[in-house]
């Protein structure tokens, strides 16, 4: 049953329906696996900012955070060697290598991650594939992976943002995921099924 106390370390009460709804944003962003116990934290307390503060502290948060990361990293130690997270991550890399700029958890929605993609082009790329922070919490939550990918300058129209998108197929295809897409330039690709179970960030060196 839930305690309406956070934990010793803050000391803090919180009425279980915020406690509950604290611990549920939490396990979703630790199940996105790319942030590190610390910015979930700081994105949990701003999750419930209302222009007065936050009712859950960051501190609050951390404890939150912390038990929940444990047990992630309890739950991943049974995963297989390779995970769909793990397939969307080597095909990443495949289109990276081919002259696709390709970035997971891009940006926190698809306007800002189709302004700034271009800053992050290699020389030669001819395209680019990325999914934002609002993909990443869907495939968390068991909805599959949109992709959004386009054709640079030079190659741009619908028959070049069509080729960049057959690639992007046949790199996820080669790496064992299923697509969903039906060969037109102006729609969205999607990872589907997909379990996304990504490892969660090594701790970094002091």
Same mark, same amino acid.
């Given at each position: 049953?839930?305690?309406?106390? %956070? !934990?010793?370390?803050?000391? @803090?009460? /919180? +009425?279980?329906?915020?406690?509950?709804? *604290? $611990?549920?944003? =939490?396990?979703?962003?630790?199940?996105?696996?790319?942030?590190?116990?610390?910015?979930?934290?700081?994105?949990?307390?701003?999750?419930?900012?209302?222009?007065?503060?936050?009712?859950?502290?960051?501190?609050?948060?951390?404890?939150? %955070? !912390?038990?929940?990361?444990? @047990?992630? /990293? +309890?739950?991943?130690?049974?995963?297989? *060697? $390779?995970?769909? =997270?793990?397939?969307?991550?080597?095909?990443?890399?495949?289109?990276?290598?081919?002259?696709?700029?390709?970035?997971?958890?891009?940006?926190?929605?698809?306007?800002?991650?189709?302004?700034?993609?271009?800053?992050?082009?290699?020389?030669?790329?001819?395209?680019?594939?990325?999914?934002?922070?609002?993909?990443?919490?869907?495939? *968390?939550?068991?909805?599959?992976?949109?992709?959004?990918?386009?054709?640079?300058?030079?190659?741009?129209?619908?028959?070049?943002?069509?080729?960049?998108?057959?690639?992007?197929?046949?790199?996820?295809?080669?790496?064992?995921?299923?697509?969903?897409?039906?060969?037109?330039?102006?729609?969205?690709?999607?990872?589907?099924?997909?379990?996304?179970?990504?490892?969660?960030?090594?701790?970094?060196?002091?």
């Amino acid at each position: 049953m839930l305690s309406k106390t %956070v !934990g010793a370390e803050s000391g @803090e009460v /919180l +009425a279980p329906e915020l406690l509950a709804e *604290a $611990e549920e944003q =939490a396990a979703l962003l630790i199940r996105c696996g790319f942030d590190t116990p610390e910015e979930i934290a700081e994105q949990v307390s701003d999750y419930f900012e209302d222009g007065d503060g936050s009712p859950v502290s960051v501190e609050a948060a951390r404890e939150i %955070v !912390g038990r929940l990361w444990r @047990e992630r /990293l +309890a739950e991943q130690a049974g995963w297989p *060697a $390779e995970t769909d =997270a793990d397939r969307v991550a080597a095909a990443f890399r495949a289109l990276e290598a081919g002259g696709v700029t390709a970035r997971m958890h891009f940006t926190c929605c698809s306007t800002c991650g189709t302004a700034e993609i271009g800053g992050e082009a290699a020389e030669g790329d001819r395209g680019f594939v990325f999914f934002h922070c609002q993909h990443t919490e869907q495939a *968390a939550d068991g909805g599959g992976l949109w992709l959004l990918y386009g054709a640079y300058d030079g190659a741009a129209g619908s028959e070049g943002t069509a080729a960049v998108g057959r690639e992007i197929v046949t790199a996820l295809t080669r790496a064992g995921l299923g697509v969903e897409w039906d060969g037109d330039p102006a729609r969205s690709l999607r990872i589907t099924p997909l379990d996304w179970r990504k490892r969660l960030p090594e701790p970094q060196a002091a």
